[in-house]
């Protein structure tokens, strides 16, 4: 089970950390990334990591602001996003997938971030 949170309302420019955490199963074999979904648009991956080796990706939309990490203790995602523009707006959500495979297949619940101009 995958646990979001740490969303809310935030002016532009401003900062928010969003955690994900893990319960029920070792994530060390597995990426775990965040998606974003904004209404009526489709879901975007953003950012992912894999747990063991803390290789990382992101988009194009978001790289340099935004840093994907995990506390492995904690078995928690952590994604930390500075200079928020309206355009984040969205429910941010985690997923996990095994290694070596291209579909995620543990979803969390979703946590809402709202960027106001």
């Known amino acids: 089970q995958l646990q979001a949170s740490g969303g809310g309302l935030v002016q532009a420019g401003g900062f928010l950390r969003l955690s994900c955490a893990a319960s029920?199963?070792?994530?060390?074999?597995?990426?775990i990334g965040w998606f974003r979904q904004a209404p009526g648009k489709d879901r975007e991956a953003i950012a992912c990591?894999?747990?063991?080796?803390?290789?990382?990706a992101y988009a194009d939309t978001v790289l340099g602001r935004f840093t994907i990490s995990r506390d492995s203790a904690k078995n928690t995602l952590y994604l930390q996003m500075h200079s928020l523009r309206p355009e984040d707006t969205a429910v941010f959500l985690c997923?996990?997938?095994?290694?070596?495979?291209?579909?995620?297949?543990?979803w969390g619940q979703g946590t809402q971030v709202t960027v106001s101009s």
């Open positions: 997923a996990a997938r095994v290694l070596g495979r291209s579909s995620y297949e543990f």
């Open positions: 029920g199963f070792t994530l060390r074999d597995y990426a």
């Open positions: 990591i894999t747990w063991g080796g803390g290789n990382t």
